[in-house]
C-alpha cells in the first residue's frame, strides 16, 4: 500500500528552502571571517600588542565621549549657527543610541565567543552583538561632519579613514562579527538621512532653542 504522504511541515524540513541553504551558508562564512580576523581579540591573539591601539579607537567611537563632548560644546558656543549643527548632532547621537538598543534587544545576538568582555562603559544590551553601535555611530558623525563642517580635503579624508578604521576595530578586537560592522555603517548612514529630515532649527523647535 502505498505511503501516507508527510505533512507539508515536516516536507520543508526534509527539503530546506534555497533561501535557507544561503542563509544559513552565509552565517557559517560570517563566523568564520570573524573569528580569524579577530587578531587582537586577546593579549594571545595573533596582532594582541595592538590591542591597546584598538582599544583607543574602540573609546573614539563610544558614545559617551561624543555626548558629552557634543553637550560641552552647545554650552559654550556663542553662535546660533554652531548651536543649531550641535543641538542636531546631539539629537543624532541619541537616536542612535536609542535605535541601536532597540534592534539589539529585538535580535539578541550574541557576541563572538572570542570576545572578552572587558569594553568601555557597558549597559544590558551591550551584551548583544547585532549592529555594532561603534560603526553605526561613526557612519553617522562622518556623514554629519563632512555635510555640516568646512574640512579641508585632507582632513576629510581622515575623518572617512576613522569611520572605517572603527569599524575595523570591531572585528579585529573580536567585539562583533563581520556582519555586525556592515549592518551598523548601513544603518549609520541611513540614519543621518533621518535627522536631516527632522532637522531642528528656531522655526522647527523654538522652545529647545530658547533653552540656550
Known amino acids: 500500500s502505498a505511503a501516507a504522504p508527510l505533512p507539508e511541515e515536516d516536507c520543508m524540513k526534509l527539503n530546506p528552502s534555497f533561501l535557507g541553504i544561503a542563509l544559513s ?5 560570517d563566523l568564520w571571517a570573524s573569528k580569524r580576523l579577530g587578531v587582537c581579540a586577546g593579549e594571545g591573539s595573533a596582532w594582541g600588542s595592538a590591542r591597546p591601539l584598538m ?3 574602540e573609546v573614539s567611537g563610544h558614545g559617551i565621549p561624543w555626548l558629552l563632548g557634543t553637550f560641552y560644546g552647545l554650552c559654550q558656543s556663542d553662535s ?9 548632532l546631539l539629537f543624532a547621537l541619541l537616536l542612535d543610541l536609542v535605535l541601536v538598543a532597540v534592534v539589539k534587544g529585538l535580535v539578541k545576538r550574541r557576541r563572538p565567543t572570542h570576545n572578552k568582555m572587558d569594553m568601555f562603559v557597558t549597559i544590558s544590551v551591550d551584551k548583544y552583538s547585532f549592529p555594532s553601535g561603534h560603526a553605526t555611530r561613526a557612519a553617522l558623525v562622518c556623514r554629519f561632519v563632512l555635510h555640516h563642517l568646512v574640512l579641508a580635503v585632507p582632513l576629510r579624508v581622515l575623518v572617512v579613514l576613522w569611520a572605517i578604521v572603527v569599524g575595523v ?8 562579527n563581520v556582519t555586525d ?3 551598523g555603517l548601513l544603518l549609520g548612514y541611513m540614519l543621518y538621512s533621518v535627522v536631516e529630515y527632522c532637522w ?3 522655526l522647527s523647535a523654538p522652545a529647545l532653542f530658547a533653552l540656550w
Open 80 to 88: 546660533s549657527a554652531a548651536r543649531e549643527v550641535l543641538l542636531n
Open 181 to 183: 560592522v556592515l549592518f
Open 200 to 202: 531642528l532649527s528656531p
Open 169 to 176: 576595530s570591531r572585528v579585529m578586537l573580536g567585539r562583533h
Open 25 to 29: 551558508s552565509l552565517l557559517a562564512i
Open 55 to 57: 582599544k583607543v579607537i
